[in-house]
């Protein structure tokens, strides 16, 4: 049975079966994790990691895949089928919950699956992620560099990296025109004002070229002279920009502002 590659899904699935075991690898899959996997395409990576861990939640958007799911994962019943928008569903219902998000991420929603999943699924403790390389480099990047972000920033707060392995187009169908990688990182003690970290992080590189001051006005999180104050007291001037600091200079700010 075939299933066609959706282009506006951003699938590409996977077809060389060599780096699964670089993903069960890095994800360091125990017999009794419970792992979400998102977009699980052809079920691929499905099979192989329901053959090494105790529980598989897998997400699917493109239901026209079910009848290709079910052959493929056929006589596995540690395995549950979840046909919707991963960013709509409430994955926290599922049971039992999560300890471990592996996945070969679509593409075009591959970086708010990632951020969302840091608070919105505190039973998971760690990810291992097949992105773009460009969205790969985003994860860990340092300040002042291109690549640094809110994504950037958010990730450094809540996890570190553990693992990073670059990837050829060629395990994929359709063959993709970009790089890409796998990221395994593993969480860290969530702060417990981090839902107004993630807030005026997400200001503050909300207008990447402005003054962070102006940005973080401009998004409505306080004013520019609130801002003004905060970065002064880390010792910072006004016309600082967001990806002049580092993260845990961030998270000072946001605890800085009213």
């Known amino acids: 049975m075939s299933a066609r590659p959706k282009k506006q899904l951003g699938q590409h699935f996977l077809v060389d079966e060599n780096i699964l075991g670089v993903i069960a690898r890095l994800a360091e899959l125990e017999p009794d994790d419970v792992v979400l996997e998102i977009g699980p395409g052809l079920g691929a990576l499905t099979a192989y990691l329901a053959d090494r861990a105790g529980r598989v939640h897998a997400i699917e958007l493109d239901r026209s895949l079910e009848p290709r799911l079910r052959e493929t994962l056929a006589g ?36 708010p ?34 690549a640094y972000g809110a994504v950037s920033v958010l990730l450094q707060l809540t ?32 702060p417990d004002d981090y839902p107004a970290i993630k807030r005026v992080v997400g200001a503050a590189f909300a207008h990447r070229r402005k003054q962070l001051a102006n940005s973080v006005e401009l998004a409505g999180v306080a004013t520019r002279a609130e801002a003004a104050a905060a970065l002064a007291a880390l010792g910072r001037d006004v016309s600082t920009r967001a990806e002049e600091l580092a993260p845990d200079e961030l998270a000072a700010l946001a605890r800085a502002l009213p």
Do not use: C
């Open 159 to 190: 996890t570190e990296r553990t693992g990073f392995h670059p990837v050829s187009p060629s395990v994929f169908r359709p063959r993709p025109n970009v790089q890409s990688a796998i990221v395994a990182f593993r969480r860290r003690e969530l």
């Open 76 to 111: 596995r019943s540690n395995v549950e089928l979840v046909f919707g928008d991963a960013l709509q569903l409430d994955l926290r219902s599922l049971d039992p919950t999560p300890t471990k998000l592996v996945a070969n991420l679509p593409y075009n929603v591959a970086t």
């Open 113 to 146: 699956l990632v951020v969302e999943s840091l608070d919105r699924l505190p039973t998971v403790e760690r990810w291992t992620v097949m992105v773009q390389r460009e969205v790969a480099d985003r994860f860990f990047a340092a300040p002042r560099t291109k």
